[in-house]
Protein backbone atom coordinates (compact mmCIF):
# COMPACT_ATOMS: atom_id res chain seq x y z
CA UNK A 1 0.00 0.00 0.00
CA UNK A 2 1.34 3.70 -1.26
CA UNK A 3 1.43 6.30 1.42
CA UNK A 4 -1.00 9.29 1.09
CA UNK A 5 -0.21 11.78 -1.64
CA UNK A 6 0.44 15.11 0.20
CA UNK A 7 1.39 17.18 -2.06
CA UNK A 8 0.04 16.18 -5.52
CA UNK A 9 -0.12 17.92 -9.04
CA UNK A 10 -2.52 20.58 -9.44
CA UNK A 11 -3.68 20.13 -12.62
CA UNK A 12 -6.15 23.25 -12.16
CA UNK A 13 -7.16 25.73 -9.93
CA UNK A 14 -10.92 25.40 -9.55
CA UNK A 15 -12.80 27.32 -7.08
CA UNK A 16 -16.39 26.53 -5.94
CA UNK A 17 -17.47 29.20 -9.32
CA UNK A 18 -16.11 26.95 -12.22
CA UNK A 19 -17.87 23.94 -10.64
CA UNK A 20 -21.00 26.13 -10.07
CA UNK A 21 -20.91 26.90 -13.54
CA UNK A 22 -20.84 23.12 -14.58
CA UNK A 23 -23.51 22.89 -12.37
CA UNK A 24 -25.92 25.16 -13.84
CA UNK A 25 -24.66 24.49 -17.56
CA UNK A 26 -25.46 20.45 -16.23
CA UNK A 27 -28.95 21.23 -15.25
CA UNK A 28 -30.27 23.59 -17.55
CA UNK A 29 -29.03 21.06 -20.31
CA UNK A 30 -26.51 23.73 -21.84
CA UNK A 31 -23.37 21.56 -21.99
CA UNK A 32 -23.00 21.67 -25.55
CA UNK A 33 -24.78 24.78 -26.93
CA UNK A 34 -25.66 27.87 -24.73
CA UNK A 35 -24.34 31.79 -24.78
CA UNK A 36 -21.00 31.34 -23.04
CA UNK A 37 -18.96 30.86 -26.13
CA UNK A 38 -20.33 34.40 -27.44
CA UNK A 39 -19.58 36.21 -23.96
CA UNK A 40 -15.90 34.27 -23.32
CA UNK A 41 -15.06 35.17 -27.24
CA UNK A 42 -16.40 39.07 -26.39
CA UNK A 43 -13.92 39.24 -23.43
CA UNK A 44 -11.13 37.81 -24.92
CA UNK A 45 -11.58 39.95 -27.96
CA UNK A 46 -11.34 42.86 -25.76
CA UNK A 47 -8.33 41.41 -24.20
CA UNK A 48 -6.49 40.74 -27.38
CA UNK A 49 -7.74 43.50 -30.39
CA UNK A 50 -6.58 44.33 -32.25
CA UNK A 51 -5.93 40.51 -32.53
CA UNK A 52 -9.36 38.34 -34.04
CA UNK A 53 -10.21 35.65 -31.35
CA UNK A 54 -11.82 32.60 -32.76
CA UNK A 55 -12.41 29.76 -30.17
CA UNK A 56 -12.29 25.53 -30.96
CA UNK A 57 -12.30 22.88 -28.78
CA UNK A 58 -7.64 22.50 -29.41
CA UNK A 59 -4.86 24.99 -29.73
CA UNK A 60 -3.12 22.32 -32.01
CA UNK A 61 -6.35 22.67 -34.35
CA UNK A 62 -5.38 26.56 -34.62
CA UNK A 63 -2.06 25.62 -35.54
CA UNK A 64 -3.13 23.23 -38.52
CA UNK A 65 -5.58 25.88 -39.79
CA UNK A 66 -2.62 28.44 -39.70
CA UNK A 67 -0.29 26.28 -41.18
CA UNK A 68 -2.66 25.55 -43.77
CA UNK A 69 -3.77 28.84 -44.79
CA UNK A 70 0.04 29.70 -44.96
CA UNK A 71 0.65 26.49 -47.33
CA UNK A 72 -1.65 27.52 -49.40
CA UNK A 73 -0.05 31.01 -49.76
CA UNK A 74 3.77 29.63 -50.29
CA UNK A 75 2.36 25.70 -51.59
CA UNK A 76 6.41 25.25 -52.49
CA UNK A 77 7.64 25.77 -48.83
CA UNK A 78 6.74 22.64 -46.58
CA UNK A 79 9.21 22.93 -43.58
CA UNK A 80 7.93 24.24 -40.23
CA UNK A 81 10.15 25.21 -37.43
CA UNK A 82 9.56 23.40 -34.28
CA UNK A 83 11.45 23.30 -30.91
CA UNK A 84 12.56 19.77 -29.92
CA UNK A 85 11.52 19.93 -26.67
CA UNK A 86 7.76 20.34 -27.17
CA UNK A 87 4.33 18.90 -26.71
CA UNK A 88 3.77 16.18 -29.32
CA UNK A 89 0.34 17.34 -30.98
CA UNK A 90 2.53 20.38 -31.98
CA UNK A 91 4.59 18.66 -34.63
CA UNK A 92 1.24 16.51 -35.43
CA UNK A 93 -0.23 19.19 -36.27
CA UNK A 94 2.37 19.75 -38.58
CA UNK A 95 1.84 16.48 -39.74
CA UNK A 96 -1.89 17.08 -39.92
CA UNK A 97 -1.18 19.88 -42.07
CA UNK A 98 0.65 17.84 -44.74
CA UNK A 99 3.57 19.59 -43.68
CA UNK A 100 7.56 18.64 -42.30
CA UNK A 101 8.66 19.75 -38.73
CA UNK A 102 12.24 20.65 -38.44
CA UNK A 103 13.09 20.58 -34.73
CA UNK A 104 15.64 23.03 -33.69
CA UNK A 105 17.61 22.77 -30.71
CA UNK A 106 16.47 24.61 -27.33
CA UNK A 107 17.99 26.69 -24.60
CA UNK A 108 18.05 26.35 -21.10
CA UNK A 109 14.98 28.04 -20.63
CA UNK A 110 13.30 25.29 -22.82
CA UNK A 111 12.38 27.92 -25.67
CA UNK A 112 13.88 27.94 -29.06
CA UNK A 113 17.29 28.82 -29.04
CA UNK A 114 17.55 32.13 -31.58
CA UNK A 115 20.98 30.72 -33.10
CA UNK A 116 19.47 26.91 -34.10
CA UNK A 117 16.43 29.14 -35.35
CA UNK A 118 18.34 31.48 -37.89
CA UNK A 119 20.62 28.37 -38.92
CA UNK A 120 17.88 26.26 -39.53
CA UNK A 121 16.26 28.96 -41.62
CA UNK A 122 16.58 28.14 -45.73
CA UNK A 123 14.52 27.98 -49.04
CA UNK A 124 12.23 25.27 -47.72
CA UNK A 125 11.20 27.03 -44.73
CA UNK A 126 7.36 27.92 -44.35
CA UNK A 127 6.71 28.77 -40.79
CA UNK A 128 8.46 29.12 -37.29
CA UNK A 129 6.26 27.77 -34.24
CA UNK A 130 7.42 29.17 -31.16
CA UNK A 131 6.07 28.15 -27.95
CA UNK A 132 6.55 29.92 -24.28
CA UNK A 133 7.46 26.43 -23.17
CA UNK A 134 5.58 26.36 -19.10
CA UNK A 135 4.78 29.85 -19.65
CA UNK A 136 8.28 31.17 -19.57
CA UNK A 137 8.53 33.95 -22.55
CA UNK A 138 11.03 32.42 -25.63
CA UNK A 139 12.40 35.85 -27.16
CA UNK A 140 9.66 36.49 -29.33
CA UNK A 141 10.30 39.94 -30.43
CA UNK A 142 13.53 38.51 -32.11
CA UNK A 143 12.26 35.80 -33.67
CA UNK A 144 9.42 38.24 -34.89
CA UNK A 145 12.14 39.86 -36.58
CA UNK A 146 14.11 37.10 -37.80
CA UNK A 147 11.23 35.39 -39.34
CA UNK A 148 10.49 39.45 -40.85
CA UNK A 149 13.46 39.32 -42.55
CA UNK A 150 13.48 36.02 -43.99
CA UNK A 151 9.88 36.16 -45.26
CA UNK A 152 8.74 33.17 -43.28
CA UNK A 153 5.27 32.80 -41.41
CA UNK A 154 4.98 33.03 -37.58
CA UNK A 155 3.26 31.26 -34.91
CA UNK A 156 3.24 32.94 -31.56
CA UNK A 157 2.12 29.56 -29.31
CA UNK A 158 0.91 30.52 -26.00
CA UNK A 159 -0.86 27.52 -25.36
CA UNK A 160 0.18 27.89 -21.81
CA UNK A 161 -0.07 31.44 -21.00
CA UNK A 162 -2.97 33.71 -21.40
CA UNK A 163 -2.44 37.76 -19.46
CA UNK A 164 1.69 37.94 -19.87
CA UNK A 165 3.15 40.71 -21.56
CA UNK A 166 6.53 41.26 -23.45
CA UNK A 167 7.66 44.56 -24.25
CA UNK A 168 3.83 45.51 -23.48
CA UNK A 169 2.35 42.98 -25.70
CA UNK A 170 0.55 40.00 -24.99
CA UNK A 171 1.65 36.47 -25.77
CA UNK A 172 0.04 34.95 -28.67
CA UNK A 173 -0.13 38.66 -30.84
CA UNK A 174 3.26 38.22 -32.05
CA UNK A 175 3.78 37.10 -35.60
CA UNK A 176 0.71 35.51 -38.13
CA UNK A 177 -1.21 33.92 -35.38
CA UNK A 178 -1.34 33.33 -31.87
CA UNK A 179 -2.73 30.16 -29.78
CA UNK A 180 -3.79 29.29 -26.60
CA UNK A 181 -4.76 26.01 -25.11
CA UNK A 182 -7.57 25.76 -21.97
CA UNK A 183 -6.08 22.03 -21.49
CA UNK A 184 -5.52 20.68 -18.28
CA UNK A 185 -1.70 22.25 -16.61
CA UNK A 186 -2.32 25.36 -18.36
CA UNK A 187 -2.92 29.20 -17.39
CA UNK A 188 -6.78 28.72 -17.95
CA UNK A 189 -8.11 25.44 -17.22
CA UNK A 190 -11.19 24.17 -18.31
CA UNK A 191 -10.62 20.44 -18.73
CA UNK A 192 -9.40 17.98 -21.04
CA UNK A 193 -9.54 16.18 -24.35
CA UNK A 194 -10.53 19.48 -26.29
CA UNK A 195 -11.88 21.12 -23.62
CA UNK A 196 -10.89 24.54 -25.48
CA UNK A 197 -8.31 26.47 -27.26
CA UNK A 198 -7.94 30.03 -28.90
CA UNK A 199 -6.91 30.99 -32.63
CA UNK A 200 -5.89 34.79 -32.00
CA UNK A 201 -5.25 36.09 -35.77
CA UNK A 202 -2.82 38.93 -35.68
CA UNK A 203 -2.38 40.20 -39.12
CA UNK A 204 -5.13 41.59 -41.56
CA UNK A 205 -4.35 39.10 -44.59
CA UNK A 206 -5.21 36.36 -42.92
CA UNK A 207 -8.79 37.44 -40.82
CA UNK A 208 -10.91 36.66 -43.62
CA UNK A 209 -9.93 33.06 -44.76
CA UNK A 210 -9.73 32.34 -40.30
CA UNK A 211 -13.11 33.33 -39.85
CA UNK A 212 -14.53 30.84 -42.77
CA UNK A 213 -12.62 28.26 -41.40
CA UNK A 214 -13.70 28.60 -38.10
CA UNK A 215 -17.41 29.37 -38.79
CA UNK A 216 -17.75 26.03 -40.74
CA UNK A 217 -16.80 24.26 -37.50
CA UNK A 218 -19.06 21.47 -36.23
CA UNK A 219 -20.48 22.01 -32.24
CA UNK A 220 -18.89 20.42 -29.51
CA UNK A 221 -19.90 16.86 -28.48
CA UNK A 222 -19.67 14.26 -25.64
CA UNK A 223 -18.15 17.05 -23.49
CA UNK A 224 -19.98 15.28 -19.81
CA UNK A 225 -17.53 12.06 -20.87
CA UNK A 226 -14.55 14.28 -21.01
CA UNK A 227 -15.32 15.85 -17.86
CA UNK A 228 -15.84 12.95 -16.12
CA UNK A 229 -12.23 11.82 -17.31
CA UNK A 230 -11.05 14.96 -15.73
CA UNK A 231 -12.60 15.22 -12.72
CA UNK A 232 -11.41 11.72 -11.55
CA UNK A 233 -8.10 11.53 -13.90
CA UNK A 234 -6.71 14.56 -12.58
CA UNK A 235 -8.64 16.65 -9.71
CA UNK A 236 -8.84 13.68 -7.79
CA UNK A 237 -5.78 11.71 -9.15
CA UNK A 238 -4.33 11.37 -5.95
CA UNK A 239 -6.98 9.98 -4.14
CA UNK A 240 -8.56 7.84 -7.00
CA UNK A 241 -5.70 6.37 -8.78
CA UNK A 242 -5.87 6.89 -13.02
CA UNK A 243 -9.65 6.69 -14.26
CA UNK A 244 -9.34 5.16 -17.83
CA UNK A 245 -10.93 1.50 -16.55
CA UNK A 246 -13.43 2.97 -13.90
CA UNK A 247 -14.68 5.88 -15.88
CA UNK A 248 -15.62 3.53 -18.84
CA UNK A 249 -17.51 1.22 -16.46
CA UNK A 250 -19.61 3.96 -15.47
CA UNK A 251 -19.95 5.26 -18.65
CA UNK A 252 -21.32 1.94 -20.04
CA UNK A 253 -23.62 1.73 -17.05
CA UNK A 254 -24.97 5.18 -17.69
CA UNK A 255 -24.95 4.05 -21.11
CA UNK A 256 -22.93 7.54 -22.49
CA UNK A 257 -20.49 6.26 -24.95
CA UNK A 258 -17.06 7.91 -24.73
CA UNK A 259 -16.80 9.55 -28.41
CA UNK A 260 -13.37 10.47 -30.24
CA UNK A 261 -12.85 14.44 -30.08
CA UNK A 262 -10.17 14.18 -32.32
CA UNK A 263 -11.45 16.42 -35.02
CA UNK A 264 -11.47 20.48 -34.73
CA UNK A 265 -15.36 21.51 -33.15
CA UNK A 266 -16.28 24.93 -31.46
CA UNK A 267 -15.63 25.47 -28.09
CA UNK A 268 -18.43 23.51 -26.02
CA UNK A 269 -21.03 25.78 -23.71
CA UNK A 270 -19.60 24.33 -20.75
CA UNK A 271 -16.09 24.81 -20.80
CA UNK A 272 -16.62 28.27 -22.66
CA UNK A 273 -18.81 29.26 -18.76
CA UNK A 274 -16.10 27.71 -17.14
CA UNK A 275 -13.21 29.74 -18.85
CA UNK A 276 -15.68 32.69 -18.32
CA UNK A 277 -14.69 32.58 -14.51
CA UNK A 278 -11.37 31.47 -14.65
CA UNK A 279 -10.68 34.69 -16.75
CA UNK A 280 -12.68 36.59 -14.19
CA UNK A 281 -10.11 35.00 -11.49
CA UNK A 282 -6.87 35.59 -13.99
CA UNK A 283 -4.86 38.30 -11.93
CA UNK A 284 -5.32 35.86 -8.80
CA UNK A 285 -4.53 32.41 -10.55
CA UNK A 286 -1.62 34.24 -11.87
CA UNK A 287 -0.47 36.09 -8.60
CA UNK A 288 -0.44 33.21 -6.79
CA UNK A 289 1.70 31.24 -9.05
CA UNK A 290 4.55 33.51 -8.97
CA UNK A 291 3.88 33.18 -4.87
CA UNK A 292 4.56 29.85 -5.14
CA UNK A 293 7.77 29.41 -8.18
CA UNK A 294 8.99 32.22 -5.84
CA UNK A 295 9.33 30.02 -3.05
CA UNK A 296 10.61 27.33 -4.99
CA UNK A 297 13.30 29.73 -6.06
CA UNK A 298 13.62 30.50 -2.14
CA UNK A 299 13.54 26.67 -1.16
CA UNK A 300 16.46 25.59 -2.94
CA UNK A 301 18.82 28.64 -2.37
CA UNK A 302 19.98 25.78 0.33
CA UNK A 303 20.08 23.03 -2.32
CA UNK A 304 22.73 24.24 -4.96
CA UNK A 305 22.74 21.25 -6.91
CA UNK A 306 19.31 21.54 -8.31
CA UNK A 307 18.84 23.66 -10.99
CA UNK A 308 15.74 25.78 -11.89
CA UNK A 309 16.07 27.05 -15.14
CA UNK A 310 13.10 28.81 -15.93
CA UNK A 311 13.01 30.84 -12.85
CA UNK A 312 13.13 34.49 -12.84
CA UNK A 313 11.66 37.37 -10.63
CA UNK A 314 8.34 37.61 -10.78
CA UNK A 315 7.64 35.76 -13.72
CA UNK A 316 4.31 33.21 -13.86
CA UNK A 317 5.04 29.78 -14.87
CA UNK A 318 2.71 26.91 -15.77
CA UNK A 319 4.34 24.39 -14.28
CA UNK A 320 7.96 24.07 -12.25
CA UNK A 321 10.48 22.04 -13.61
CA UNK A 322 13.34 21.70 -12.29
CA UNK A 323 16.69 19.89 -13.46
CA UNK A 324 18.59 16.99 -11.43
CA UNK A 325 21.84 16.73 -11.13
CA UNK A 326 23.75 14.69 -13.58
CA UNK A 327 23.54 10.80 -12.71
CA UNK A 328 20.37 11.16 -10.23
CA UNK A 329 17.94 8.55 -11.70
CA UNK A 330 14.62 10.05 -12.40
CA UNK A 331 12.45 7.43 -11.79
CA UNK A 332 13.86 6.60 -9.03
CA UNK A 333 13.64 9.96 -7.66
CA UNK A 334 9.66 10.23 -8.33
CA UNK A 335 8.78 7.01 -6.64
CA UNK A 336 11.13 7.77 -3.76
CA UNK A 337 9.02 10.99 -3.76
CA UNK A 338 5.50 9.68 -3.97
CA UNK A 339 6.32 7.20 -0.75
CA UNK A 340 7.27 10.50 0.74
CA UNK A 341 3.91 12.03 -0.19
CA UNK A 342 5.13 14.15 -3.38
CA UNK A 343 3.92 13.39 -6.85
CA UNK A 344 5.84 14.97 -9.67
CA UNK A 345 5.88 13.87 -13.36
CA UNK A 346 8.42 14.39 -16.39
CA UNK A 347 8.64 16.59 -19.14
CA UNK A 348 8.30 15.65 -22.68
CA UNK A 349 10.01 13.37 -24.18
CA UNK A 350 12.80 14.51 -27.08
CA UNK A 351 11.07 12.90 -31.06
CA UNK A 352 13.49 10.10 -32.03
CA UNK A 353 14.09 12.31 -35.17
CA UNK A 354 14.80 15.57 -33.32
CA UNK A 355 17.80 13.68 -31.32
CA UNK A 356 20.52 13.85 -33.17
CA UNK A 357 20.74 17.64 -33.92
CA UNK A 358 19.16 18.71 -30.50
CA UNK A 359 21.23 17.81 -28.01
CA UNK A 360 20.90 20.28 -25.22
CA UNK A 361 16.95 19.65 -25.63
CA UNK A 362 17.77 15.25 -25.41
CA UNK A 363 20.10 15.89 -22.27
CA UNK A 364 17.64 18.49 -20.71
CA UNK A 365 14.24 16.75 -20.92
CA UNK A 366 16.06 13.50 -19.43
CA UNK A 367 16.83 15.33 -16.18
CA UNK A 368 13.54 17.29 -15.93
CA UNK A 369 12.00 16.84 -12.91
CA UNK A 370 7.91 18.68 -12.80
CA UNK A 371 6.90 19.49 -9.07
CA UNK A 372 3.46 20.05 -7.83
CA UNK A 373 2.21 23.59 -7.36
CA UNK A 374 -0.85 23.48 -5.16
CA UNK A 375 -2.27 27.31 -5.01
CA UNK A 376 -2.69 27.69 -1.43
CA UNK A 377 0.06 25.90 0.09
CA UNK A 378 2.56 28.07 1.73
CA UNK A 379 6.21 28.74 1.84
CA UNK A 380 6.76 26.20 4.75
CA UNK A 381 4.66 23.31 2.21
CA UNK A 382 7.55 24.03 -0.80
CA UNK A 383 10.33 23.66 1.99
CA UNK A 384 9.36 20.50 2.79
CA UNK A 385 9.12 19.50 -0.56
CA UNK A 386 12.39 20.68 -1.56
CA UNK A 387 13.86 18.80 1.68
CA UNK A 388 12.53 15.51 1.21
CA UNK A 389 13.73 15.98 -2.60
CA UNK A 390 17.26 17.12 -1.05
CA UNK A 391 16.97 13.74 1.17
CA UNK A 392 16.25 11.30 -1.73
CA UNK A 393 19.02 12.98 -4.12
CA UNK A 394 21.75 12.68 -1.28
CA UNK A 395 20.62 8.89 -0.80
CA UNK A 396 20.42 7.44 -4.22
C1 LIG B 1 3.25 24.61 -26.22
C2 LIG B 1 1.97 23.91 -26.60
N1 LIG B 1 1.41 24.18 -27.78
C3 LIG B 1 0.25 23.59 -28.17
C4 LIG B 1 -0.41 22.69 -27.33
C5 LIG B 1 -1.66 22.05 -27.80
O1 LIG B 1 -2.77 22.43 -27.03
P1 LIG B 1 -4.14 21.63 -27.21
O2 LIG B 1 -4.04 20.41 -26.34
O3 LIG B 1 -5.21 22.56 -26.72
O4 LIG B 1 -4.27 21.29 -28.63
C6 LIG B 1 0.14 22.40 -26.09
C7 LIG B 1 -0.52 21.45 -25.19
O5 LIG B 1 -0.04 21.05 -24.16
C8 LIG B 1 1.36 23.02 -25.70
O6 LIG B 1 1.91 22.77 -24.51
Redesign the pocket.
Known amino acids: MRSRIRYPIAYADWSAREYGAIARCVLTGRVHDGPAPALLAQRLQAMYAPSQVHLLN????G?EMALGMFARQCPARREVIVPAY??P??PQAVLAAGLQARYVDVGDDLNLSLEAVRLSIGPDTLAVIA?H?YGCPAPIELIEAICGEAGIFLID?A??VVGVRVSGRLLGTFGDVG?I?F?QSKAVVTGIRGSG?VLLVNRAQWAAEAATLCATLPPATGRLGALADFLWSYVGQAYTGHSGYYIDRVLKLLNVRQRSHGGATRISNMEAAVALVQMARLELMLQKRCHIVQAYSDALQSHTDLVFPQYAEGRYLARVMLQLPPGVDLAKTRSALRDLGVETRVGYAVPISAQGHASHASVLAERLLGMPTGSSWTKSDVASICAALQQVIVCS
Open positions: YAHHIICSVPMDAQVSAG
